[in-house]
């Protein structure tokens, strides 16, 4: 009997023990089990955290990688710098869907790329949406002030103002033999950088062309230049109406015929009060402009009836294509990067400078030709004898002059009076549009200059291709004499010198 109690107790203490730790076990899997679900908890709120964190990093910084060879979507420091000086809120609608952008051609996903990057650099202060104008005729209805309004425009929008920019007008492109357009690279950065200068700025600066005169009216590229510059560009008939007080510039564009006495009389009183002032001529206008030419003088410049040509500071086979040499000027040729590239002027007159300035205004050079340089006298451009002869005037020349008046007025306040003579071949369509020539960068910062405009920015297009190697007619020279005579000449020499040392082992 005693056995049996003690068995008993035995086992009720092993059903104790065991009953305690089936308790400690459950105990040990609760705690566990706890753990493991706090960590989890723990896991999804980090994850929820970091892709909350993540989401605000891509709105206000760039975290992709500009992985193509030509840096398309790299943004410049001036562009920066003006979006972190923006005051107001920025609108940029896209009149597309989102993915029509995206999703679709290569010429519209380069621009979806770049809009994103301004949207990130701006810190919230710039916000890019997509609306698609079918479903939302209203919206279209809005910007009918810009006139042709069309899809898949972009719309930069401020509190004082807006400013369309077509997709196509975002890249620099050219056209072949055949009417084909090709696209050579993109300017997306300037044109959405100056749209925002645009649409932030207090005033606007009016460019006006003077017309009726038989001037040249295809002035695409320069244009261009000037609304990108955020010029406001209209044209004014001199002989019909007075120079509007709010022009900041004038631009005479290649006259055939003169101006009359009134007319002289108001330009020159425009530049009494502190005008600015381009002056572009052609080689070949039959008209002397007699009283045009008298009011130059008053500036020291007179504009002589030849054309500069050069066989060595021109392009390759066209020494009608002159090459200048740069003079440096304070304000223009400053942060002018010009180690790769130079300006061509085709069918430039020589500008003398005559000494018969007025008192007060200074005249510079700007621009010149080389010593190799001639000019030529002629009737018809197209006739002219490129070839240099014993009669030609031997260079240099200049090729672009600045006139300044400093003075202050009646109130003692500073102001002067700036005129930049040029010939037309600088500003014609087809050097501003070429990117392998300095001529529409040195124009936009020449022209900075004369507006005293300080916050005008200049950001080179992102070539899609290496730009065309151009040669001067010496560099042509050099490699036909080095490569191609130079090189079969040594290679031959040798071969003689190796023959004639092995007929004599």
């Known amino acids: 009997m005693k056995k049996n109690d003690k068995d008993l107790l035995n086992q009720g203490i092993l059903d104790t023990d065991l009953a305690s730790e089936q308790e400690e076990i459950k105990s ?14 723990l896991f999804i709120a980090a994850v929820v955290v970091v892709n909350i964190f993540i989401g605000y990093l891509t709105d206000r910084y760039v975290l992709e990688i500009d992985l193509t060879s030509e840096r398309l979507f790299e943004i410049s420091e001036d562009t920066k710098e003006v979006i972190d000086d923006l005051r107001g809120p920025i609108t940029i609608t896209v009149l597309a869907q989102e993915t029509t952008y995206k999703d679709s051609t290569e010429l519209l996903s380069n621009i979806y790329e770049v809009l994103q990057r301004y949207q990130s650099l701006s810190g919230g202060k710039i ?3 997509y609306i698609d104008p079918n479903l939302n005729p209203a919206m279209v209805d809005k910007y009918n002030a810009l006139n042709d309004v069309s899809s898949n425009d972009i719309i930069v929008e401020s509190p004082l103002r807006f400013k369309r920019l077509a997709p196509t007008s975002l890249y620099n492109y050219e056209k ?81 015929m003169d101006y009359s006495v009134s ?54 086979g066209y020494p009608m294509y002159v090459v200048p040499t740069l003079m440096r000027y304070e304000g223009i040729t400053d942060n002018l990067n010009s180690k790769n590239t130079f300006l061509v002027i085709p069918a430039c007159k020589p500008i003398s400078l ?29 006739a002219i004898q490129y070839d240099q002869a014993e009669s030609d005037a031997v260079g240099p020349f200049n090729m672009a002059v600045l006139a300044e008046r400093i003075f202050s007025d009646k109130n003692l306040n500073y102001n002067r009076t700036e005129i930049l003579f040029c010939s037309a071949g600088m500003i014609t369509d087809s050097i501003l549009s070429a990117p392998e020539f300095l001529n529409a960068t040195y124009l936009t910062t020449a022209l900075n200059y004369i507006v005293d405009y300080s916050e005008a920015v200049i950001i080179p297009d992102k070539e899609f291709e290496s730009t065309a190697l151009t040669l001067l007619s010496w560099q042509a020279d050099l490699i036909l004499w080095l490569v191609i005579i130079g090189i079969p000449v040594i290679v031959i020499a040798v071969g003689i010198i190796v023959w004639v040392r092995r007929r004599h082992l």
Do not use: W
């Open 28 to 41: 040990r899997k609760l705690k566990y089990s706890t753990i493991a679900t706090v960590f989890t908890v």
């Open 127 to 129: 916000t890019v949406r």
């Open 176 to 256: 072949d033999e055949n009417g084909v357009t090709y696209y050579i690279g993109l300017r997306a950065e300037q044109k959405l950088t100056s749209a925002l200068l645009f649409v932030t700025s207090e005033t606007l600066d009016k460019a006006m062309y003077i017309r009726g005169h038989g001037e040249d009216y295809s002035m695409d590229e320069l244009d261009s230049l000037l609304t990108t510059a955020n010029y406001d560009v209209d044209t004014l008939i001199l002989a019909q109406a007075e120079i509007p007080d709010d022009c900041t510039l004038l631009i005479i564009s290649s006259p055939t």
């Open 263 to 316: 007319e002289i009389d108001k330009l020159a009183a425009y530049l009494e009060d502190g005008g600015r002032l381009i002056v572009s001529l052609t080689p070949n206008a039959v008209d002397p402009l007699t009283n045009l030419s008298l009011l130059f003088e008053e500036y020291g410049v007179k504009y002589e009836d030849s054309m500069i040509l050069d066989s060595s500071q021109s392009l390759s």
């Open 354 to 382: 005559t000494g018969t300035q007025r008192p007060g205004v200074v005249v510079t050079p700007l621009l010149t030709s080389s010593a190799t340089s001639y000019a030529k006298s002629f009737e018809d451009v197209v």
